[in-house]
């Protein structure tokens, strides 16, 4: 009963400690820089981003999105460009998204590629600055007829082993829009405790175990 007892309340711990961040830029109402955007998720981006808003979508005052692609059910997501307003530079450029409380065991994002090969690179990065895992590199994309973005990936997990503090993606100056991005974040505040309703919950359904135990023996 002891070893079920711990097991239960680590459960419970866990599950109240953990959080996530996830993007999926819909607050979107025009498309500029994205620098503080999400500083209240304690999300900081850096380098060459911008939000994209969906040239097949409207917006109040009836005005149409400003980037060329679709997406079912989406308006937004983050393009990854230098200036949108000057000639795209064909270089590589890379943005960075750092979380102040870090995330852990995994991330995960969708993206488009407007060209064949933009040959996406995504890199997961502790505090220290030490790479996390494998990373992925070489994604390529699909070109479209009516969009410069319309082909989604299906939803592309990294995973890794510690905590990470930012995620960079790479790729040709213009060519690559992101979308959806998932975090799983430790715990905000370290030593929180579970809800006392959680661990009632818990105890409760030990207790019935033990008594259905007792009755089946005797």
């Known amino acids: 009963m002891s070893k079920l007892l711990a097991l239960a309340l680590t459960a419970t711990m866990q599950s109240a400690m953990a959080g996530a961040v996830f993007l999926d830029f819909e607050d979107l109402q025009t498309s500029a820089p994205m620098t503080t955007r999400y500083a209240a998720q304690g999300v900081n981006v850096t380098g060459s981003a911008w939000g994209a808003t969906s040239a097949n979508c409207e917006y109040p005052g009836g005005q149409l999105g400003q980037v060329s692609f679709t997406r079912p059910n989406s308006c937004g997501a983050l393009w990854l460009v230098q200036d949108p307003t000057k000639p795209s530079t064909n270089t590589a450029k890379s943005l960075t998204l750092s ?4 995330f852990i ?6 993206y488009s590629g407007s060209v064949a090969f933009p040959n996406l690179q995504v890199h997961v990065f502790d505090a220290a600055g030490q790479e996390l895992g494998l990373g992925l590199t070489g994604l390529t994309g699909t070109t479209c007829r009516d969009f410069l973005f319309c082909n989604w990936s299906q939803t592309m ?9 930012s995620v960079t993606f790479t790729a040709v100056d213009t060519t690559i829009l992101l979308d959806d ?3 799983t974040t430790p715990a905000t505040t370290p030593g929180n405790l579970p ?3 959680s661990i009632a919950l818990a105890l409760g359904a030990l207790g019935g175990l033990a008594w259905s135990r007792r009755r089946a023996a005797r």
Do not use: K, Y
């Open 99 to 102: 979380l102040t409380d870090g």
């Open 105 to 110: 065991d995994a991330m995960s994002f969708v």
């Open 195 to 197: 809800e006392p309703a």
């Open 181 to 183: 991005l998932r975090f």
């Open 157 to 165: 997990t990294l995973s890794f082993t510690g905590v990470a503090r």
